[in-house]
């Protein structure tokens, strides 16, 4: 009894672990009527709003019927993570989202599979519901007790050991959880955050890490303050450098106490430069988070080579039966 | 006794060592934040202050970026000569126009064929 009892609880943290896993490197598939997968550009004068919205949109992927980061021999995205006495440490991830669903019922579906690290072996599903105060729905294929549980939608301001970003940060937080003022606009000016000590080395799953992504600058940005309204929040507000032409948000600064204490920098890229017609048809090329205080950092990072859209590809591959043939 | 100093000596250069990496490790975060806070005065007050020895400004010579078609043609002067010798017979307009792709896609791969394409395949 004990031991089923251990089991169980050896299999709830590896599983809140591979959630944190999965919110560092993660598609959002969250809901919100607001934010409808149809959503048009804007043109004219743009609200606080409507920016928020728009960046909610790119950050889903909704310019797409389905997206994939495929794995291709041994190459696919990685998570880095570094602690403050110089540990690094390292995931590799394979992730498919169908956005392609029309029964009313279901949003979105996402699926991750794990290649390497601690959580080498599982997979996770996660069904998003087109009810926005259904909660999405979490499974996870744990290889070790080689069965499948089920999780409740996790906290927003959850996280994971090294790495820095929260649920919140990437699936959860919808435009509606804050307000929003836009506070200027202006000149990207410097290159996005990298982790220095693994800049530009040979990494597994990525062959080199990239160097610090500078192509952003010179590009218009808004600056998106945005305040939240949950009641004792780990952050206040947050200010995003958002592109006025993309919405790509290629850095959010987070205030405590009117103080810094967290910065994500993303790195974007256009699919390809005709891609869908859409100048929202992006993805993350990487993901760059450091929480000031304890000086974590975190660094996903995509290969170009492995991304895919709109591929055709069966419903049923969005399903438990793909978990289940998962091998470790 | 002699391997006593030694020890003594490797240990004491690697604390040393440790220190230094330190040291730099840390000054390149304060780089960063420098960085940060620069871009976020700037909504304040207009201008944007910042050394220009800062490693977070984009600079064709420095390996940390590039911003311009400039920049691009330096950086692959440096990490892909050969591209580069090709890049370089292209006309101005091209160059350019393959610099802006790569900026919108970060997509290097694409941008090396396409030279090639242009130069040769496509003629």
Redesign the interface.
Known sequence: MGQVMDSKRAGGRIAARLLSIIGALAFSTAALPGVPKDLRIPTGEVSAEEVAKQVYFANHFYAFKNFSIERSGDTMAVLVTRTPDGRTSYTGVERHLNNEYDDGEIQARDLAIFHSGQSRGMGMLVTDYVDDAKSQNYMVWLPSLRKIRRFAEPAHDEMWGGAVFTFGDVTLRKPQHEEHEI??K?R????L?VI??VEGRTMRHVDKMP?????H??KEVY?LKSTTKFENWWYDYR?S?VDTRTFADY?T?YFKDGK?IK?IDR???????SAEGDQRALFW?YWYG?E?DS?RESWAVIP??VVEFDRERRDSFWSESTLRRLKR | MKNKQMRRFFQSAAITGGVLCAAV?QS??TD??E??????A??ETGK?T?APE?????RADS??????VEGFTAFLRRELPGTYILFVRLPRPTRVKIFE???????L??ARSDIYNLLYRDR
């Open positions: 506070i200027g202006k990207f000016r410097t290159c955050g220095e000590e160097k610090r992504a500078c192509r600058v010179g600056g200010i450098f850095r600064v810094m910065i790195d974007w890229g256009l699919v390809s430069d090329k450091v000031l000086g170009q080579s | 490790a390149a975060t960063y934040l960085a940060v806070r620069a871009e976020l700037e909504f944007f910042l800062s490693p977070w400004i984009s390996g940390a970026g590039i911003a311009d792709e790569y900026i919108n896609t970060g997509d791969g694409k």
